[in-house]
């Protein structure tokens, strides 16, 4: 076999290249709610996602997107951004609070804020 030479290389093209069109479409058609997480999630290994304000729905609770993307960053700088269909967040959050794999805490201005915190190392987990 020659250095460098990958049999399946068509086949891991086209799987690239359909995947690259999903998420161009998802940018530009797709109603796309963004967050950013500051810092703090660099030390504590976890993420907020914010459900109700002042009693209200709101955040990931109330949101009419298709998706949500959470940006991490630490020091100002974007150090990866997470995307999910909005639909399956809720569910796997939903998960996540039924198995104690996450809480719901107060926080943000006053702690007028409900939030959702996971640990990111569970974000994906089944």
Known sequence: MKKGYNPDFDLDLAFGEAYED??????????????????????TGN?????RC?????GISKTKADYWAQILTYKNEIKSILIFP???????LKNLLSQNKAKIIKGGDNNDSEMIKVPL????SK
């Open 54 to 58: 002042k009693g209200k729905p709101s």
């Open 22 to 43: 999903s998420l161009a479409e998802i940018l530009q058609k797709g109603k796309v709610e963004v967050k950013t997480e500051r810092d703090i999630w660099k030390t």
């Open 86 to 92: 909005v639909e399956v967040l809720k569910l796997q």
């Open 47 to 51: 993420i907020v996602f914010e459900i």
């Open 121 to 124: 190392s569970l974000i994906y």
